[in-house]
């Protein structure tokens, strides 16, 4: 059964001028489209849902739109669009989707910038988190962007229901993530390190998760890694199908949530490749 996408085309509305922009997933909704998935709509996930993840004053500030910094900018109604992307994710775990929509989601923790990075790398509220955190199960939050998700290890470090797993290439934004620490395994990579060390790399990241206490599986699914792409490690198409497959062998509930990727036309066919080799298909 093909996975449903969770989409939405309200996040379509803001920032075109940025590189974390709409068109990386209007062109990626497009393709998917074509290959015959089926969409869903989400609703926004509710101040209650943001508040098991964020800080109260965090909340009180995005609202305001008093969160700005050089990566990530205080669009008019950031606060609605963030809301809808964590709502997306919310629908994802529960039906056990892929969350196609913007803005990502996992440098952003608990109070905002995470780890002492001083930014939020484009995001505003942890997508990812907020959906595992109101999943409330024993979770594998595996991390495949590109970019060491400082924000989803700064809320989970220490929580006893869920592992972190994070590839990422290093050295690169945010800086953080270069061992891996109690419940959270970080794996650095560096530059352009190509499909076959990144594949033995997963296999080693997850044979090191105690699957016997995992009843899901949370994908933070950014596309950077893909070869030019921002936190490129030279992978390709079939990198995905590779990486979903290992995903899909773990036999656990799965949902995906939309991180980096910055190429539409890019994401749509990775993120194809990347279901139809969880869903064991060629
Ligand atoms: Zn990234």
């Known amino acids: 059964m093909k996975t449903k996408i969770v989409f939405s085309e309200k996040c379509l509305g803001y920032g075109n001028w ?13 393709i998917l489209q074509t290959k015959g998935y089926e969409f869903v709509k989400p609703e926004p996930a509710t101040e209650e849902n943001l508040l098991k993840v964020h800080e109260a004053e965090y909340i009180w500030n995005l609202k305001k739109g008093l969160v700005e910094d050089t990566d990530t900018p205080a669009y008019d109604n950031i606060y609605e669009f963030a809301k809808l992307s964590a709502g997306a994710a919310l629908l994802a775990a529960k039906i056990n989707g892929f969350s196609l929509m913007r803005p990502p989601g996992h440098h952003t923790g608990k109070n905002g910038a995470a780890l002492g990075v001083y930014t939020r790398g484009f995001c505003y509220l942890n997508n990812v988190a907020v959906a595992v955190k109101s999943l409330d199960k024993r979770t594998l939050i595996l991390d495949v962007d590109g970019h060491h998700g400082n924000g989803t290890q700064e809320i989970f470090q220490g929580d006893s229901k869920v592992t972190y ?18 419940n959270c395994l970080n794996f650095p990579l560096p530059f352009d390190c190509g499909e076959q060390v990144y594949l033995e790399t997963l296999d080693k990241a997850l044979s090191m998760v105690d699957l016997g206490e995992v009843e899901a599986v ?37 949902f995906f949530v939309l991180e980096g990727g910055y190429k539409g036309e890019q994401n749509g066919h990775d993120a194809d490749n990347l279901l139809r080799g969880f869903e064991g298909e060629p």
Not at 18 to 30: F, M, S
Not at 220 to 244: C, N, V
């Open 218 to 254: 949370a994908v933070s699914a950014g596309f950077d890694t893909h070869k030019g792409d921002l936190a490129s490690l030279g992978l390709t198409e079939r990198s995905y199908w590779e990486i979903g497959k290992r995903i899909g062998a773990l036999n656990k509930r799965t």
């Open 165 to 182: 797993v994070s590839l990422h290439r290093v050295p690169h934004y945010p800086g953080t993530g270069l061992v891996s620490e109690g």
């Open 18 to 30: 940025h590189i974390e922009g709409p068109l990386r997933v209007q062109k990626a909704q497009e």
